[in-house]
């Protein structure tokens, strides 16, 4: 189950993979190219004095295979341009291919009309990134898994499963139960209680509005269990807490949560620092405000590891089977 680190790359094409960033994360980016043995390209991005965002590649790229990444997380639209601009900037240094490296998608959630009116942001985000010159992407749990079929081109869509997996294994409890927030989430939660061998119980919610939801009753026995709730992100932590509370009504001993994206936006984190949730598990695709920091429940997870095998097994022209459960 453990992810290992991806190994020096000695193909005849090393020389020929280039890795660059923004300024989304660049310590995730740092940490893959460790893990991978190269070093971080060279781009200059700066805002000039009116907001608008001045970007050079600061290297030669022509012929090379070369892999952006730029979570698109908080300040969201400004990380956007700047993936967009860094992939135009490649193409016309001629590239010879861009893979869009997302560790988070930003506007995810927002994959469907589900009133009058409104755009499919997360189409148009990906027919963006298409036209910027991206020739494929690799991503980290999307929160809904039909993104892909928003793309024209190459999508590896990774889980971070391996990498929670590995740490809840450690721990070694056996009298856990994992919970799904959600009916949407139940595919999730379903894969950690395989490979946990635990028992699935699911949270019945009902939103109200956006980023509010009223918790109704909970599906499955949690009485005397500890209880993991498993999810992509936490924004607002609001859906997070009030299920906490909700199971340990229900007489569950303690409850933890694990979530591969800390977007932890407005009153998260003191939500956390208040609650009754003993840890909750993120990992490193979006990196954590200083708030987020200092909150000694946080636990980050790397994930540099598991991108970067991917990054060496596209750019080998590899198979990334291996990655998944």
Do not use: W
Request: proline share 5%; glycine share 6%.
């Amino acid at each position: 189950m453990a992810v290992a680190a991806a190994r020096p790359i000695k193909s005849m094409r090393f020389d020929q993979l280039k890795i660059f960033t923004g300024n989304a994360n660049p310590a995730l980016a740092g940490k893959i190219c460790g893990a991978l043995g190269c070093t971080l390209g060279a781009a200059s991005v700066e805002p000039f004095s009116d907001g608008e965002i001045r970007l050079q590649i600061l290297e030669n790229v022509r012929g090379a295979d070369v892999f952006v990444v730029q979570p698109t997380c908080t300040p969201v639209d400004r990380h956007l341009i700047e993936l967009l601009l860094m992939m135009d900037a490649l193409k016309r240094a001629s590239a010879e291919r861009i893979t869009a490296v997302l560790p988070y998608y930003g506007y995810a959630r927002q994959d469907r009309k589900d009133k009058p009116r409104m755009p499919i942001s997360a189409r148009l985000i990906a027919n963006l990134i298409q036209t910027a010159g991206a020739d494929r992407v690799l991503t980290l749990d999307l929160h809904a898994a039909q993104i892909q079929g928003f793309f024209d081109v190459p999508v590896d869509h990774l889980f971070a499963a391996p990498v929670m997996l590995e740490y809840f294994e450690s721990i070694g409890r056996r009298d856990m139960t994992m919970v799904s927030p959600d009916a949407g989430g139940v595919e999730r939660a379903r894969a950690f209680a395989k490979h946990l061998n635990a028992p699935l119980a699911i949270i019945d919610k009902r939103r109200t509005d956006v980023n509010v939801a009223e918790v109704m009753h909970i599906i499955g026995d949690v009485e005397g269990r500890h209880c993991l709730i498993v999810d992509d992100l936490i924004d607002t932590a609001g859906t997070l807490v009030k299920g906490a509370e909700a199971l340990l009504k229900q007489g569950a001993v303690s409850v933890t949560a694990c979530a591969t994206h800390a977007v932890l936006s407005g009153p998260a984190v003191q939500r956390i620092e208040a609650s009754q949730i003993s840890e909750v598990v993120v990992t490193n695709s979006i990196p954590l405000s200083e708030e987020a920091k200092r909150c000694t429940r946080i636990k980050t997870l790397s994930v540099a590891p598991l991108l970067a095998r991917a990054i060496q097994s596209i750019h080998e022209d590899g198979s990334v089977s291996t990655l998944f459960l």
